[in-house]
C-alpha cells in the first residue's frame, strides 16, 4: 500500500525551545534527494495511516478547533517519519547522501521532477519527459513510479492541484482564474482532478479555508 502526503509547510511551525528538532526533516530529506518514496517497517504504516484517519475525520467533524487538532495530527505524524528516519543507521544515511542509494534515481529522473515542481501548471506529459531524457515512455514511466508511488499523470495533478489550493485560500481569484493559472483546460475538469485529489470541490474547499475562520 502507498500513500501520499501533500500539505503547505505553512501550517507546520518548528517549536523554538526544541532546538535539535525540525518537524520537516522528513520533506527537506526527500526534496533534497529527489526521493518521495519512503517504506516504514513493522507497525509503522498502520499508526501513519491512523493518524492520518483521525486528520480526516477532524477536518470532516466541522467541530471547533478542528484546524488546531489537525495540525496537532500532522505533527504527530511527522514526528513518527521523522524518528524513523532519525533511527536509521549511519551508514545507510550517508549511502543515500552520496546518491548510492537506488531511492534516489537516475539524474534524468531527478530533472524531470525539478522540472515538473518548477512548473505543473504546463501539464507535462510521458512522451515528453520521456523523450528529453532520451529513455523509453515504458521505462520512464516503470521508474518514475518506483521512486515516487504515482504515475506521471497523477503526480503532475497532485502537484496543479497543491498550487490550486493555495490560490484558493491565499487570492480573491475566481475559480476560472486559478483552473487556468494552473494549467486546466476546462472547469470540469479541474473541479473533477481537484475532487479526486483532495475529496471535495475547489468552491467548498475555499468556504472551509476562508469562511469560518478555521
Known amino acids: 500500500m502507498s500513500t501520499a502526503v501533500f500539505f503547505a509547510p505553512g501550517l507546520i511551525r518548528s517549536d523554538p525551545y526544541d532546538g535539535d528538532y525540525a518537524p520537516l526533516t522528513c520533506f527537506e530529506r526527500a526534496r533534497r534527494l529527489h526521493a518521495y518514496k519512503l517504506a516504514l517497517p513493522g507497525e509503522l504504516p498502520k499508526q501513519a495511516v491512523a493518524l492520518m484517519d483521525r486528520m480526516h475525520m477532524e477536518w470532516r467533524g466541522g467541530e471547533a478547533g478542528r484546524r488546531h487538532a489537525f495540525c496537532l495530527l500532522l505533527q504527530q505524524l511527522l514526528l513518527l517519519l521523522n524518528r524513523h528516519l532519525f533511527s536509521l543507521r549511519a551508514t545507510e544515511t550517508d549511502r543515500f ?67 490550486a489550493k493555495e490560490l484558493l485560500s491565499d487570492t480573491d481569484e475566481t475559480i476560472a482564474r486559478i483552473a487556468e493559472r494552473c494549467g486546466f483546460e476546462t472547469i470540469p475538469h479541474f473541479y473533477g482532478t481537484f475532487r479526486t485529489v483532495t475529496g471535495t470541490t475547489p468552491a467548498r474547499y475555499r468556504r472551509e479555508t476562508r469562511g469560518n475562520g478555521v
Not at 131 to 153: E, L
Request: proline share 4%.
Open 97 to 163: 547522501s552520496a546518491g548510492q542509494g537506488a531511492a534516489v534515481g537516475p539524474v534524468w529522473l531527478r530533472d524531470a521532477l525539478r522540472q515538473i515542481d518548477a512548473g505543473p501548471e504546463r501539464g507535462f506529459r510521458l512522451s515528453e519527459l520521456a523523450r528529453r531524457a532520451s529513455v523509453s515512455p515504458a521505462h520512464f514511466s516503470r521508474v518514475f513510479k518506483g521512486m515516487t508511488g504515482m504515475s506521471v499523470t497523477h503526480y503532475v495533478n497532485v502537484k496543479r492541484v497543491m498550487r
